[in-house]
């Protein structure tokens, strides 16, 4: 997923990466209602549109005149999306049977494992003496670790489709530690995107609920 993600943004831009990454739900739905795992409903579409449209809206995509976009960079962003909702699904199942934290520790070490044969050995190294080594760290335990836990306990008690969509919180909570810690200003257009974002997923949530 991050691969694909990276990928994405090197060949085109970071509104397009992030853009095509949040087709994970999307992807989710059709999967469970080609394999029956849920039942195909307005309501759910609407969420999933709503969802996507504030993306748009947040992530400025649709400004064509601002953005660079490439055939890789556009399959990369998709197969993020893929990759995405794969995991859900993978760890949907995982969820069930073993402790968050055993599998995972498990992924994680097949990734790297993975990683390992084609990352660049050289800037792998400079890492560990980089005087930013403890954002790096920070990121990992938080944006690695915690956060993908409390995503795996989340995701026992709901259904792939609803904790695809509910994810989707990230860019918005991304764009106000923007404003807060960085200084970032958000145009009306991106604030009404978050607000959209926001409202779905909340009425989502009641909705699941109930």
Not at 35 to 55: A, M, N
Request: glycine share 8%; net charge neutral.
């Amino acid at each position: 997923n991050f691969t694909f993600y990276f990928l994405s943004i090197q060949a085109s831009s970071v509104a397009v990466a992030a853009t095509l990454m949040y087709t994970a739900p999307v992807f989710v739905l059709l999967t469970s209602f080609l394999l029956r795992i849920e039942r195909s409903t307005w309501f759910k579409w609407g969420c999933i549109t709503g969802v996507l449209l504030g993306i748009i809206m947040l992530t400025g995509v649709y400004n064509t005149e601002s953005i660079s976009v490439s055939l890789f960079g556009v399959a990369a962003g998709l197969a993020s999306g893929l990759s995405y909702a794969l995991f859900i699904f993978g760890f949907k199942n995982a969820s069930s049977i073993g402790k968050p934290q055993t599998t995972l520790t498990i992924a994680f070490f097949s990734f790297c494992l993975v990683l390992f044969f084609i990352t660049d050995k050289d800037e792998a190294v400079a890492v560990m003496t980089s005087s930013d080594i403890g954002w790096f760290f920070l990121l990992g335990v938080i944006g690695a670790g915690i956060s993908f836990i409390l995503y795996m306990i989340g995701l026992r008690w709901t259904t792939a489709a609803t904790a695809s969509m509910v994810a989707m919180v990230e860019p918005v909570t991304a764009s106000l530690f923007g404003v807060l810690l960085i200084g970032d200003h958000l145009t009306t257009i991106q604030f009404l995107g978050m607000v959209l974002i926001l409202v779905t997923i909340t009425v989502l949530s009641v909705k699941q609920s109930e």
